[in-house]
């Protein structure tokens, strides 16, 4: 069992050093609680500190939009591609699910990818309404990622924060991240992160800080975690 | 990556100077949160202060109203239509879903417009049934406005106020702010805006209050915000 | 923009004086809330105190339970109909639905009306089932009444009284007047009257106490209101 | 408009003597609530106390069962139904509906009644779907009875205990009595009655305390009422 | 009205005495609230302290299964059924509900019983889908049981805890025993009874707590309850 | 009635030494609580210890997983399956349902098995619409277990975690053991593990605590059980 580290400040240590390679990982949240930088870190930092080249498919943003933003956090992302590092794959919905993984099998292949990110899978549900094939599809979306000997990242979309509530992702995937703006007493907001569940490794429990600064993500333990 | 100052009284420095130009943010909030007035500033402000033409899209109230009420805040709408600076298109829910952005395109290209009001978005639910080709449809609508270089407010009616319920439109757009009167200890109400995602952009976080003034609006952050 | 008076006892301060002329206002609440008392009254003093005709539109009782219920605050609406101030129209909601405002244009003619009392408008919802058929259609009765030159009271039934919920009823309306039985610490109960929209005027947020007495209804500011 | 007295102890104060003649009263609970027995008490005290006949209709209990029961309060009504002042409709839910009042006029000429009791009303729902016709068949139900001179207490069953909430019954009737079982500190329950609307009629609003005592209903105003 | 004691140790005081004989009582909690052994407590003190014979109809378990579970509280069914006082029928809920009380009134008269266990009627709802028909159904099932002679529990299945509901079952029937398993501070669970209902009986009110001990249930009335 | 030890620790003196041989006991939680782990340890324990030989059906993971993350806690289930004390069975949601428990049968007797796992029943409910179908398929794939002379760990997956909700698995099973992951003031989270039923067993009620640690489950019986 290989270990992989995300390269995500702060994160690697809850989990003991990193990902198991060629595990599903689902980043779930509502809308601005970081999935898409977390995802894209983990794409960025594979390529930059690991030598692992990316893929970046993605039905929510144009690539110029994540060019631009990622830019911000000082990820040249374009010249990665140009590189030969990373490809982005940005495609519609319908697309994403009918073809499966052997439109992203190609672009794998091109770059030579270990890892990647897939913003959003939550439209699987949009096409797909019985729950049973809604549940395989997904089921063998991820068993081809790891086929192709992929380590991936799953961005779910979260539709309420109060209530937890479980869907059949997170049972089909090997680990559960959970991103949310807590209220707190007044009336700041604090982003925390939540380790679900892990197939085959321990993790830190509890709901951890983070924060979104000028050079990507930063992960702080809970209290009383050594 | 250009930052546009919204012009409304306090907003500017919780996004660190303004929005991303191209960006489509979304106000949402219950009847008489505020939306519409904070929707016809920042297209007025546009106007008057950064001499960028604008259009505003309802289908909610007659253009009278609209003229009417702006009036009470100072804001002479309609010297600023006959300067051809400014275009309202009052329209009906159907006509703009299904006409899209060509109808808007027209009037956008009359006054050379750089801002755009869409009260409200609300109505693309009850003409298109199912999830997928709701999203695509707002999608494209959103990326219809960008192509024409507009940055805009698109407005959408929430239906409660309890619970923090996220659905396709707040995944699809740039930015959320969100209006809210938050109930106090006691029986007063209190006026506070939320952002809650902006796509490429630092934000101050947390609920801070703001109040509609005779002059319009006017939003102070949160204490403990240098 | 004219602002015109109701004439309830407590209600006008909070409006700064009053009701913008045409505009139709949304009173809601649950069973027993005091609806169709703020109602009448509405109608009552236009006629009394401010020379405005009235109409009451009903579908909930019969007009001899009005006339009855009306006297026991010392209100003659008999005699005000008699003297050609005043019209009730009983009608069943299909009806009411079907002919929307022709059927009210003869009885708005008749006695030169200014105010009107719709009681109730949730049948709408009974008869039209798809949102955006229901939506025009409180729209166009909406649009309809202001272009009879009326100010407009309408009723709506609200089915719970814990969660603030808004539909589009609450979005087509200028302005809406929310009353509530609120549960106290202790057995007792409270009458509190909410602003909770009014387009194009300032009002004064919060729960402002209310009680129905013998002449009347008569509102209570939320202290620490000037 | 006239008055007359339940003659249930210690409830007739709290709506200031009695119900206006002719009106429909809704009695709401859940199981065990005491909705059969206040409803019957109200019949017979008309019919022993103010020389009122009174007819009972049921779909919930064969006669057997109430004329045990209400022995138990040393209530006699075989006597009474022996001395034409009363009559037991004991009907399937089907047949109620279907027939409406007619079958109902029958028995209340026999003995000249000028109260009822319903129970229970609920069964409305079950036979008729749509809200609309639901809505009118209750309405006429209602007039029907108020057409024979007689004033109407209709029982409804309610499924749940937290929330508070309202559907059409309470609309179309003039006044509703809540009967609750309340939760308190410690595993106790504590009986309550609230009077949520009275047409025409002030009331003592508030919950009230209750007991079912070996003679009947006795009601205890909440403190702090004169 | 003849009163007949359960048996159960600490029951038969809650209700003054016993249950009214020929009544039908619906003993209802979630999975392990001790609805069963309840049930079939009641059916063994029968026979063997009253000398009532009785009937045990399960859907839920196999004959063996309830043999050798009641065997563990010291109770012999096997030995009474050999001994002609008991019966126990297993059957599958579409046959229980088809062929209602036919198929028991064999039983029923080879024993000569004069109590039953029906365990459980939940079954009713999943054969049964329009309200009317499964209100007839049980409403008849029950009348059947107490036209043979017998008194009845009958199981019904809660899916939830939290909320109190409250469904057609309970009102149908004379008596509801609702079983909990209450959460307590700490994270102890303390199991509590109470009685919801009782038609034509006084009852003491509130959460009574019991204990399901190696010779069967005690219950403990609440402190304050003479 | 025969008792056996699970050999997870801390459990068994939670039932009083153990589970009754034969009985189906359902596992059920949300992602990550443990559900797999316990289930497997089930198995493990009862082949290393107990010297019965076990089967694990599972849908969920690749047979490669399984191994993987079972060797973290020590147990080599590959060397187990060579020795013919273990088999593994994956299979798809669809067969597992169609072919009941044919399709089991046969590896059962290939090992003697004594002990099963199946991971997960929830498909069930994605391939059988109507209630009553679903309820008798669970009930007489439980009796096809039993009828094998199979103790059975049957996994339910949870989809929230508020509210105690229970359906018909937790009705047709013979004990139900529910894993939390129960919030703590603080940020932390606590493993709780809660016994809800056991038939024909007493059984220690409450939350306790439990950890996986690197040999597997252990669980704290709560403070103040003996
Ligand atoms: N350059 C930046 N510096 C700091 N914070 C940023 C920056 N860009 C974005 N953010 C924050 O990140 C949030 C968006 O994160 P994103 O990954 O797009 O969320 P999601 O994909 O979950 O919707 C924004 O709401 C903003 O608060
Ligand atoms: N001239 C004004 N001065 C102060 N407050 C106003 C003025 N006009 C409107 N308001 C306030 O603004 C609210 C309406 O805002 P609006 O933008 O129409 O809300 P929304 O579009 O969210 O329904 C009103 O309820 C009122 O409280
Ligand atoms: N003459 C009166 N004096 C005082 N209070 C009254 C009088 N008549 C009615 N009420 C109160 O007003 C309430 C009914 O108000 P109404 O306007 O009919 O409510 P709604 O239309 O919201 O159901 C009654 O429940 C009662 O409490
Ligand atoms: N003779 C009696 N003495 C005291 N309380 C009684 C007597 N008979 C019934 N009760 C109480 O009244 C309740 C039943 O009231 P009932 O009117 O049948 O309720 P509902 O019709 O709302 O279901 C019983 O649950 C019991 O608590
Ligand atoms: N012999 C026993 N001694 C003590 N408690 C027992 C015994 N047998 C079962 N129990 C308890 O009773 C519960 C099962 O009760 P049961 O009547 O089957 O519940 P239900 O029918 O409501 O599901 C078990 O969960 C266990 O806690
Ligand atoms: N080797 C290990 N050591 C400690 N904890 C582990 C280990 N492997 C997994 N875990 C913990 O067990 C959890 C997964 O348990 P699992 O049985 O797969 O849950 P479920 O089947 O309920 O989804 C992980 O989330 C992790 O916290
Ligand atoms: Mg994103
Ligand atoms: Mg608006
Ligand atoms: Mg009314
Ligand atoms: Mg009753
Ligand atoms: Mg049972
Ligand atoms: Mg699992």
Chains 1, 2, 3, 4, 5, 6 share one sequence.
């Not at 809308?31 to 930088?37: D, E, Q």
């Not at 994540?66 to 990820?75: P, S, T």
């Not at 499966?100 to 096409?127: T, Y």
């Not at 799953?154 to 209220?183: C, M, P, S, T, W």
């Amino acid at each position: 069992m290989e270990i992989i580290p995300t390269g995500i400040s702060g994160f690697d240590e809850l989990v003991h050093g990193g990902i198991v390679r060629g595990n599903s990982v689902l980043v779930e949240g509502i809308p601005g609680a970081g999935k898409t930088t977390f995802g894209i870190e983990f794409v960025y930092r594979g390529i930059t500190e690991f030598n692992e080249p990316g893929v970046i498919v993605t039905c929510e943003e144009l690539p110029e939009s994540i060019y631009r933003d990622a830019l911000n956090f000082g990820w040249d992302l374009r010249a990665l591609e140009e590189a030969n590092k990373l490809r982005i794959l940005c495609t519609s919905p319908e697309v994403l699910q009918d073809a499966e993984v052997n439109l992203i099998e190609e672009v794998v292949r091109e770059v030579g990818a270990r890892r990647i990110l897939v913003d959003s899978i939550s439209h699987f549900r949009n096409v797909l309404n019985d729950p049973l094939s809604l549940r395989n599809a997904v089921y063998s979306f991820c068993n081809g990622l790891r086929r192709l000997g992929l380590t991936s990242f799953l961005v779910k979309e979260r539709e309420g924060e109060g209530q937890r509530e479980y869907a059949f992702e997170e049972y089909v995937v090997d680990a559960v991240i959970r991103l949310e703006n807590k209220e707190t007493p007044g009336l700041h907001r604090l982003r925390v992160l939540e380790i679900c569940k892990t197939r085959g490794q321990e993790h830190f429990s509890g709901k951890h800080t983070f924060r979104i600064t000028d050079t990507g993500i930063k992960v702080f333990a809970l209290e009383g975690i050594a």
